[in-house]
């Protein structure tokens, strides 16, 4: 099922999706803290979110995006939550440079080498900012 034929969506899409400033669409992507776009429709804030619905709000590209990432020392802060036993994507420094990963259930796969932290970056806005325009 499509997200646009969600009641959330028709609920939003009625006040004509209200402009959201660049910081809080920032953490949207970053932190996941969809709050921001729930409270704009409280008589749905306790449904599902369909994820889809960041197409209507996110508007940031992903330039600007990475150059945020950029400013917040956003792989820096990777590095430091670096865990070797949790699921998800990870980063480690590496002599030259850096390896990116995904962990499943124990098991590392989509290992990636990258030479510098543009590249990091690249891979990061690829991932949280699917929906940047």
Request: charged content about 30%.
């Amino acid at each position: 099922m499509s997200y646009k034929t969600s009641e959330i969506y028709k609920a939003h899409k009625a006040i004509g999706f209200p402009k959201i400033d660049d910081l809080t669409q920032f953490r949207i992507l970053i932190e996941d803290y969809y709050e921001p776009i729930k409270n704009i429709t409280p008589e749905y804030k306790e449904s599902g979110f369909p994820l889809g619905i960041l197409n209507e709000y996110i508007s940031v590209t992903k330039e600007e995006l990475k150059d945020h990432l950029k400013s917040i020392k956003y792989i820096e802060s990777q590095l430091k939550s670096y865990s070797k036993t949790y699921d998800g994507h990870w980063l480690r420094k590496l002599d030259n440079g850096f390896e990116f990963f995904e962990r499943e259930r124990g098991n590392e796969f989509g290992n990636k080498i990258l030479k510098n932290e543009d590249d990091v970056l690249d891979i990061f806005v690829g991932i949280i900012g699917w929906c940047c325009k």
